[in-house]
């Protein structure tokens, strides 16, 4: 079964600090790009950051460049999401898909999902 499963969020005060954890199973998630996105309550969907270590492409939304940084461990097939100087305006779903498209795979506009997964709530109080 492929699947992803996101996990790290948690409640922070502002300036703080999370780290995300997008673990897959059943596919090595290193062919991919993977993309974070977040939801925050009556917000659209927006999509956060990207790496695709095939093409050495990456994105940051302008809101957290400089703040989060994407990394990723091939041995555990696993893709974070470390998230510094985190600020209210931070709280949100935060949820990581996989895609293949055209490189620069991380170039906007990333791929339209049908189906998302649990997320992981990242709060962060002022």
């Known amino acids: 079964q492929l699947q992803l499963v996101e996990s790290g969020g948690g409640l922070v005060q502002s300036g703080g600090s999370l780290r995300l954890s997008c673990a897959a199973s059943?596919?090595?998630?290193?062919?991919?790009?993977v993309a974070w996105f977040r939801q925050a309550p009556g917000k659209e969907r927006e999509g956060v950051s990207c790496?695709?270590?095939?093409?050495?492409?990456?994105y940051y939304a302008d809101s957290v460049k400089g703040r989060f940084t994407m990394s990723s461990d091939n041995a555990k097939n696993t893709v974070f999401l470390q998230m510094n100087s985190l600020k209210p305006e931070d709280t949100a779903v935060y949820y990581c898909?996989?895609?293949?498209?055209?490189?620069?795979?991380?170039?906007?506009?990333?791929?339209?999902?049908?189906?998302w997964g649990q997320g992981a709530q990242v709060t962060v109080s002022s």
């Open positions: 898909k996989s895609f293949l498209k055209r490189a620069p795979r991380c170039a906007l506009p990333f791929p339209t999902f049908v189906s």
């Open positions: 059943g596919f090595t998630l290193d062919n991919f790009a």
């Open positions: 790496i695709s270590s095939s093409d050495n492409s990456t």
